[in-house]
């Protein structure tokens, strides 16, 4: 087929359409919020600015503790698998090695990998740099999102109760809670449960929770 100039190929226009003075004006509201700390009942797991720091981070799942009921977060690395208790902060299960039959992925859309420490032989669903996703909304009407308002440097907003970021003032209707401005964001999201928050990059892991008995812990 011949393109001319009133079929364009498929992927180019003619004309890109410019945003509107809505959608500049929230562009700008959000370059313009700073990274603020999440409101009650949000704590975070660990005492480090950025989290901790996990290389090659490749993608994060969840599970439940059977034993104390606190969420888990399977973390899969280059370097291995790992288990936080998204409670304390601990890291109570670590796999440097893990056999070479333990395939991340799955033909499955979502991602899985094997579990370890208390929750081994579960397949854990992982969200990461192979697809899979994570809850954007949890109870008490808290929502997530992630937006690239200057790509790719991505921001991760918190907001409660419909405070969109074009709904109410930054820091009382919604949070801008983390800048993806170093390393590569792979997935951010809520437990099942809704009592953890994570965001996780290429390079680390962040955690918040609103679970009672929080103590910091940079076990490794």
């Given at each position: 087929m011949k393109w001319t100039k009133e079929t364009p190929p498929v992927g180019q226009s003619d004309h890109e359409p410019e945003l509107s003075d809505y959608q500049r004006a929230m562009r700008f509201r959000i370059l313009a919020a700073p990274v603020?700390?999440?409101?009650?009942?949000?704590?975070?797991?660990?005492?480090?600015?950025?989290?901790?720091?996990?290389?090659?981070?490749?993608?994060?799942?969840f599970?439940?503790?059977?034993?104390?009921?606190?969420?888990l977060v399977m973390v899969v690395s280059h370097d291995g698998h790992g288990l936080f208790d998204a409670v304390t902060g601990e890291k109570i299960?670590?796999?440097r090695d893990p056999d070479d039959g333990d395939e991340i992925c799955d033909p499955d859309p979502a991602q899985w990998c094997p579990g370890l420490g208390p929750i081994a032989?579960?397949?854990?669903?992982?969200a990461g740099l192979f697809g899979g996703g994570l809850h954007t909304?949890?109870?008490g009407g808290w929502k997530l999102?992630?937006?690239?308002?200057?790509?790719?440097?991505?921001?991760?907003?918190?907001?409660?109760?419909?405070?969109?970021?074009?709904?109410?003032?930054?820091?009382e209707r919604w949070w801008h809670i983390f800048h993806s401005n170093y390393s590569e964001l792979r997935a951010a999201g809520f437990s099942p449960s809704g009592q953890t928050?994570?965001?996780?990059?290429?390079?680390?892991?962040?955690?918040?929770?609103?679970?009672?008995?929080?103590?910091?812990?940079?076990d490794d």
């Open positions: 603020v700390p999440l409101p009650d009942p949000w704590r975070p797991v660990f005492e480090y600015e950025y989290g901790v720091p996990v290389g090659g981070l490749l993608g994060i799942g599970e439940t503790d059977p034993d104390t009921g606190h969420d299960a670590r796999d032989g579960i397949r854990v669903r992982v909304a949890a109870g999102e992630v937006v690239a308002p200057a790509w790719p440097n991505e921001r991760v907003l918190l907001s409660r109760d419909g405070g969109l970021p074009h709904s109410g003032p930054h820091g928050l994570a965001v996780a990059t290429s390079s680390d892991l962040s955690l918040w929770t609103r679970a009672a008995g929080l103590s910091h812990s940079s």
